[in-house]
């Protein structure tokens, strides 16, 4: 299994209140990326990073705000989380010279 | 732009029996192809990939699809069925743009195995 980590793997908050998943890799891979899992769908991308601070936005990226300061890390932040944002999320990396990507467990997070 | 759409949401085969998830994409460049695979309350995990070298591309657990550009498809098959396929398997495309390749997702097949 490719070495990607994500923490916390349950979080349950309240609406209106600040939250951050953590993704961590050991791969030294360029490309994270984080995603939402929803029921019926599948994983929408919601921002993705191509190297070291630099950042990108996907398909569903209001509400949220991301960070890379170290090859190894890349930060979701809710900045003020609300009920919609109860999902799934995943982290998932790539090396970039080939496009497959590997996901990490996932964060079940749930916004009261 | 691109899009994925698999065109059952949910299918139900017998142990032993054929499995047949059905997939069509929509893509403005060559598209690299893949079907991940994810069991309940797992994260998700590659079955196979199409990357333009062969149509037909062998997978992980006997799991099979063939590419076909005329039909805007990737099917995914398996001759017979286990009871550990029972999962969700998703269709995907991807472009790979300068920036970093983007996957996009179908919504999903749920597959139940019965004994």
């Known amino acids: 299994d490719a070495g990607i980590t994500q923490s916390p793997r349950h979080k349950v908050t309240e609406t209106g209140t600040p939250v951050t998943l953590r993704c961590h890799q050991t791969?030294?891979?360029?490309?994270m990326y984080w995603y939402r899992q929803d029921p019926g769908h599948g994983l929408r991308l919601i921002h993705y990073?191509?190297?070291?601070?630099?950042?990108d936005k996907g398909e569903v990226s209001d509400g949220y705000s991301v960070s890379r300061s170290k090859t190894e890390d890349f930060l979701l932040t809710l900045e003020s989380a609300t009920s919609s944002q109860t999902s799934v999320y995943f982290c998932?990396?790539?090396?970039?010279?080939?496009?497959?990507?590997?996901f990490g467990p996932g964060t079940r997070l749930t916004v009261l | 732009a691109q899009s994925v759409t698999q065109l059952d949401s949910h299918v139900s085969v017998s142990e032993g029996t054929p499995v047949l998830l059905r997939c069509n994409y929509s893509?403005?460049?060559?598209?690299?192809l893949f079907w991940y695979v994810q069991h309940p309350n797992k994260g998700l995990q590659l079955l196979l990939k199409?990357?333009?070298?062969?149509?037909l591309v062998k997978g992980i657990n006997g799991f099979e699809a063939e590419f076909k550009k005329s039909e805007t498809s990737f099917h995914l098959t398996k001759p017979s069925a286990h009871m550990s396929d029972a999962a969700e398997y998703f269709c995907?495309?991807?472009?790979?743009?300068?920036?970093?390749?983007?996957?996009?997702f179908g919504g999903g097949t749920r597959v139940l195995v019965k004994p």
């Open positions: 791969e030294n891979h360029r490309y």
């Open positions: 995907v495309v991807s472009s790979l743009k300068a920036a970093g390749n983007k996957l996009t």
């Open positions: 893509s403005s460049y060559s598209p690299s």
């Open positions: 990073s191509y190297g070291v601070k630099d950042t």
């Open positions: 199409y990357t333009s070298a062969a149509t």
């Open positions: 998932a990396i790539s090396e970039g010279t080939s496009n497959e990507q590997f």
